[in-house]
């Protein structure tokens, strides 16, 4: 075991901690949180329930989505997505929205990605009906890109930009870093100065090797942590199937007050809808502009291919994952919210960074601690990899594609040793608050946009029952002339001579130039 160090920040962040948790309460309590779920009915009514109609189409639109015709496969997109979901959102963020508000913050978190669907699908599509191609055979895209391209608003979108490479460069990075040193250091005893030393050897070189680099290590890491989270879960599952029907009652009376034993740390309703939404937000990330940035890199004959692989994404995170979390910490034992009150606010935050460990270790044996501390290893370090992605996508639009963005490389590294020695409510309480920000630009942009994305959805059904009745060979979206939607999309990404692809047609290269782009 290493000697317990506290590291030189510890204290600092007490005070800064206390007024961002101010601020995040207002912003989630006052309007964003009703603002997601509004925006969510509203999308899964315009799609007619998409999330639930086309549900099959998401998961063939998985199964086929490999070939990226030499740049970034959907498949690659929605790892990379997929490894910036699922992270300490699901293990760390689960067990901090129980701890905080009770069972019934997990019913908040099913609202949130259940009409979160509908809206990461919206969002999803946007960004490949805007996206621009970039110099090392790949495209860009995301909010920052249809608030720009769609909205003609460059201020808007540069302000965009700006705050999500903040959220992606540096805040999220600290949590994410700040979850591997809690575990580290709970786990084996590991001082959070030298898991800042380790995380900045690891991550300092996948991040100066750029996206592509990050898109080789996504594609078969996000599948493999998730799996074997995956089997231990199961496992739990299957050892107390008969206290699942118990623990699912306390997450319905918990999420509405309905009893008072189920309430968590800062009690009741309010506590439990509030803290389930944010730790939803910050787990499946729909409505939040981050996964369009991924969602846009990707090659695919039709938008609303990628709007479909990005939407099953939040199912996978938040109703699959984050479920099989809060069973976890639900039937173990180890919490208790009588216990998690008693313990006080200071010491129950701390301990929700290692009590989805702990209460595997209660039903599976102590030496399955270790396994966790791997997973939740692999699981942050993945999240730092796929938030690298967003954070230059955005860099690119700012500063123009002919930079390597050095500074911005250096940020994240030093933003994991920051968040490795940070304190837990410090990081995710900065991460709450410009989280918010970010996904209350972004929410009104695709609102504004959403016809765009319900006639790329029109045109691909129109077309799928052409395929089905075997009077066309394929699906493939074509922009020019295109009757279901609301006007000229801008750019020739989408022309009848390039429709989607990479290569530009000979004679027209006009989105290769950075002021283009711009």
Same mark, same amino acid.
């Given at each position: 075991?290493?000697?317990?160090?506290?590291?030189?920040?510890?204290?600092?962040?007490d005070?800064?901690?206390?007024?961002?948790?101010?601020?995040?309460?207002?912003?989630?309590?006052?309007?964003?949180?009703?603002?997601?779920?509004?925006a969510?009915?509203?999308?899964?009514?315009?799609?007619?329930?998409?999330?639930?109609?086309?549900?099959?189409?998401?998961?063939?639109?998985?199964?086929?989505?490999?070939?990226?015709?030499?740049?970034?496969?959907?498949?690659?997109?929605f790892?990379?997505?997929?490894?910036?979901?699922?992270?300490?959102?699901?293990i760390?963020?689960?067990?901090?929205?129980?701890t905080?508000?009770?069972?019934?913050?997990?019913?908040?978190?099913?609202?949130?990605?259940?009409?979160?669907?509908?809206?990461?699908?919206?969002?999803?599509?946007?960004?490949?009906?805007?996206?621009?191609?970039?110099?090392?055979?790949?495209?860009?895209?995301?909010?920052?890109?249809?608030?720009s391209?769609?909205?003609?608003?460059?201020?808007?979108?540069?302000?965009?930009?700006?705050?999500?490479?903040?959220?992606?460069?540096?805040?999220?990075?600290?949590?994410?870093?700040?979850?591997?040193?809690?575990?580290?250091?709970?786990?084996?005893?590991?001082?959070? *100065?030298? &898991? #800042?030393?380790? =995380? +900045?050897? /690891?991550?300092?070189? %996948?991040?100066?090797?750029?996206? $592509?680099?990050?898109?080789?290590?996504?594609?078969?890491?996000?599948?493999?942590?998730?799996?074997?989270?995956?089997l231990?879960?199961?496992?739990?599952?299957?050892?107390?199937?008969?206290?699942?029907?118990?623990?699912?009652?306390?997450?319905?009376?918990?999420?509405?007050?309905?009893?008072?034993?189920?309430?968590?740390?800062?009690?009741?309703?309010?506590?439990?809808?509030?803290?389930?939404?944010?730790?939803?937000?910050?787990?499946?990330?729909?409505?939040?502009?981050?996964?369009?940035?991924?969602?846009?890199?990707?090659?695919?004959?039709?938008?609303?291919?990628?709007?479909?692989?990005?939407?099953?994404?939040?199912?996978?995170?938040?109703?699959? *994952?984050? &479920? #099989?979390?809060? =069973? +976890?910490? /639900?039937?173990?034992? %180890?919490?208790?919210?009588?216990? $998690?009150?008693?313990?006080?606010?200071?010491?129950?935050?701390?301990?929700?960074?290692?009590?989805?460990?702990?209460?595997?270790?209660?039903?599976?044996?102590?030496?399955?601690e270790?396994?966790?501390?791997?997973?939740?290893?692999?699981?942050?370090?993945?999240s730092?990899?796929g938030?690298?992605?967003?954070?230059?996508?955005?860099?690119?639009?700012?500063?123009?594609?002919?930079?390597?963005?050095?500074?911005?490389?250096?940020?994240?590294?030093?933003?994991?040793?920051?968040?490795?020695?940070?304190?837990?409510?410090?990081?995710?309480?900065?991460?709450d608050?410009?989280?918010?920000?970010?996904?209350?630009?972004?929410?009104?942009?695709?609102?504004?946009?959403?016809?765009?994305?319900f006639g790329?959805?029109?045109?691909?059904?129109?077309?799928?029952?052409?395929?089905?009745?075997?009077?066309?060979?394929?699906?493939?979206?074509?922009?020019?002339?295109?009757?279901?939607?609301?006007?000229?999309?801008?750019?020739?990404?989408?022309?009848?001579?390039?429709?989607?692809?990479?290569?530009?047609?000979?004679?027209?290269?006009?989105?290769?130039?950075?002021?283009?782009?711009?």
């Open positions: 075991m290493f000697p317990v160090v506290l590291p030189p920040t510890a204290g600092l962040f005070r800064p901690a206390e007024l961002l948790e101010q601020a995040s309460g207002h912003l989630y309590g006052d309007f964003l949180a009703w603002l997601l779920i509004a969510g009915i509203w999308f899964t009514v315009r799609t007619r329930g998409v999330q639930v109609r086309l549900f099959g189409q998401m998961l063939r639109a998985i199964a086929g989505s490999r070939d990226g015709d030499g740049g970034i496969s959907s498949f690659q997109a790892t990379i997505g997929l490894a910036s979901r699922v992270g300490t959102g699901n760390v963020g689960v067990a901090l929205a129980i905080l508000g009770g069972p019934g913050a997990v019913f908040w978190m099913w609202v949130v990605a259940i009409v979160g669907m509908a809206t990461g699908f919206i969002e999803a599509t946007l960004a490949q009906m805007y996206k621009v191609r970039h110099p090392e055979g790949t495209f860009r895209g995301g909010p920052a890109y249809y608030i391209r769609g909205l003609g608003s460059k201020q808007w979108a540069s302000v965009f930009a700006v705050v999500i490479t903040f959220v992606f460069g540096f805040a999220y990075e600290a949590t994410q870093a700040n979850a591997i040193s809690g575990v580290m250091k709970g786990t084996f005893g590991v001082p959070p *100065v030298w &898991t #800042a030393v380790i =995380l +900045i050897l /690891l991550t300092a070189p %996948v991040v100066f090797g750029g996206i $592509t680099v990050v898109a080789r290590i996504a594609e078969w890491m996000a599948p493999i942590m998730a799996g074997f989270y995956a231990l879960a199961v496992i739990v599952l299957l050892l107390n199937a008969h206290a699942i029907p118990a623990a699912l009652v306390s997450i319905f009376e918990g999420a509405f007050g309905l009893d008072q034993a189920f309430a968590g740390l800062l009690g009741g309703f309010t506590a439990a809808a509030l803290n389930g939404i944010k730790r939803g937000l910050f787990s499946n990330e729909a409505g939040e502009g981050s996964v369009p940035n991924a969602a846009a890199t990707a090659t695919v004959a039709h938008p609303v291919q990628q709007g479909f692989v990005q939407s099953l994404g939040v199912f996978v995170d938040t109703i699959v *994952v984050c &479920t #099989a979390t809060a =069973l +976890i910490v /639900l039937l173990s034992g %180890v919490y208790t919210p009588e216990g $998690t009150r008693a313990m006080g606010e200071a010491a129950a935050k701390d301990a929700a960074s290692t009590l989805t460990s702990s209460s595997v270790g209660a039903v599976l044996g102590g030496w399955t270790y396994l966790m501390a791997a997973i939740i290893f692999v699981f942050a370090y993945s730092l990899l938030n690298y992605t967003y954070a230059e996508v955005n860099m690119d639009f700012l500063r123009g594609t002919g930079h390597r963005h050095y500074a911005l490389r250096a940020m994240i590294v030093v933003a994991t040793g920051i968040g490795a020695m940070a304190s837990l409510t410090f990081v995710w309480n900065l991460s608050v410009v989280m918010g920000l970010m996904a209350v630009i972004n929410i009104v942009a695709i609102v504004l946009l959403g016809k765009w994305a790329a959805l029109a045109d691909w059904e129109a077309q799928k029952r052409l395929l089905d009745t075997g009077q066309i060979s394929e699906i493939r979206f074509v922009a020019e002339d295109n009757p279901h939607l609301p006007g000229a999309l801008p750019g020739d990404v989408w022309s009848r001579a390039n429709a989607g692809r990479i290569e530009p047609a000979a004679d027209d290269d006009r989105e290769r130039d950075p002021q283009y782009v711009q």
